[in-house]
């Protein structure tokens, strides 16, 4: 797997909450290739919680959110905003695992939209 610089990294006013590493609410993900792909591995944090010890689902909505717009930078050198998004939710991550790992690929490109899929995985 290949690292991707932040471009935006020390731009003044760059306060990502998805991938800013100066933003202390933020998640502070970091991104890799990997072929197809583009990969992060998160460290769950216990602030990120909803019900004890599970990762908030709005959170994991946040963390499929950023990587699905970063493959989208990366693949097709172009930004864009979510126009929607579908999730499901298989099983809890605990704020308790070493880490979690999600992955996103572009499966297809409409003119201007393109369809991602990302998913999560948490240490098992």
Known sequence: MKKIINPWKGLEG???FGCAPNNEAGVKMEFYEDGDEVVSIW????EYQGW???LHGGIQAVLMDEICAWVVLRKLQTTGVTSKMETRYRKSVDTKDSHIVLRASIKEVKRNIVIVEAKLYNED
């Open 14 to 16: 760059y306060n990502c």
């Open 52 to 54: 004890i010890d599970t």
């Open 43 to 46: 460290k769950p944090r216990p």
